[in-house]
């Protein structure tokens, strides 16, 4: 009876092993193209990603591109890329994609303010780091986003990149300045008063949450697109970025689009995608 109860014992070992193995096979054979779709990067329901993996992918030549949603830092999720994932994937050849959800402000409770959605691209990039050679991909890695995504793209990639994982960033009409911001429309003094606090008594926040602060000569080619109708974000947060870009010597990609607003149409998107990768090709160490 003892030997058959180990006998069964090593029966069921074997079994959860061959399964395991069966669950990593896909990882491992970069052969073929590969979807990892919500993958928790942390304990909260936010904090997921989806990972896609080209087929032949390779730790010398497989850019990594991830992507962080806008919706005012209350809304919005990784399924946004969705719509930009065939565009880029037209302009760019061996890339791996990744696009993060994070916590999202609660308006009415005042939950996950300011730093929360900035310490999560910290956690979602501390993960990806950890994760690039189980993925076969390089650690040539593309920091990019749209709007509020935009924003805490350029924050983390000016203010939280030292270990030089991110070496591009990538900005769609992006707020750089939260003070500056205050301005920008009717609502915005309510949304940052309820986000980051008191502009008078909390102003340390609003700055240490403001890329524009943490420009210098080190910082990471930056390419960043913005519509001079933009009523949303003002046209003058990415001028005064390219400003401090300029004084600082950082490489840099800006395009202004006349009469356009928060927002582009495809072909302006596909276009200027094209133009994204020619920077990349540039400026990628």
């Known amino acids: 009876m003892k030997n058959l109860k180990i006998f069964s014992l090593l029966i069921l070992f074997a079994l959860l092993f061959q399964s395991c193995e069966r669950d990593l096979d896909p990882v491992l054979d970069t052969n073929q193209a590969l979807e990892i779709l919500d993958f ?3 304990a909260d329901a936010r904090q997921k990603m989806d990972v896609y993996l080209p087929a032949g992918r390779s ?15 209350m809304d919005g999720s990784k399924d946004e890329f969705s719509s930009f994932k065939p565009w880029f994937e037209a302009a760019q050849e061996d890339y791996a994609y990744v696009a993060l959800n994070y916590r999202l402000f ?3 409770t005042g939950a996950n303010r300011f730093p929360s959605q900035e310490e999560d691209i910290q956690s979602a990039l501390d993960l990806i780091r950890s994760k690039l050679s189980e993925w076969n991909v390089s650690d040539q890695l593309v920091l990019a986003g749209a709007s509020a995504g935009g924003h805490l793209s350029l ?12 070496k591009v960033a990538v900005a769609l009409f992006p707020p750089t300045d939260l003070l500056g911001m205050l301005t920008s429309n ?23 949450s403001s890329p524009l602060n943490f420009v210098n000569s080190e910082s990471v080619p930056t390419a960043f697109f913005h519509g ?11 001028r ?10 950082v490489p840099f990609l800006s395009r202004y689009y006349e009469g ?26």
Do not use: C
């Open 40 to 42: 928790s990067y942390g």
């Open 59 to 73: 730790r010398a030549n497989t850019k990594v591109l991830v992507w962080v949603h806008g919706g005012s830092w």
């Open 106 to 108: 609660d308006l009415g």
């Open 155 to 166: 924050l983390h990639a000016y203010k939280n990149n030292s270990n030089g994982l991110v």
């Open 186 to 208: 009717a609502l915005a003094p309510l949304l940052f008063q309820a986000l980051v606090g008191s502009p008078q008594e909390d102003r340390q926040k609003y700055l240490d």
């Open 228 to 238: 001079t109708a933009d009523t949303v974000v003002p046209v003058q947060q990415s």
């Open 240 to 249: 005064d970025l390219e400003e401090a870009l300029k004084e600082n010597g």
């Open 260 to 285: 356009k607003g928060h927002g582009f149409s495809e072909q302006t998107y596909r276009d200027l995608l094209i133009e994204v990768e020619g920077f990349i090709q540039e400026n990628m160490p």
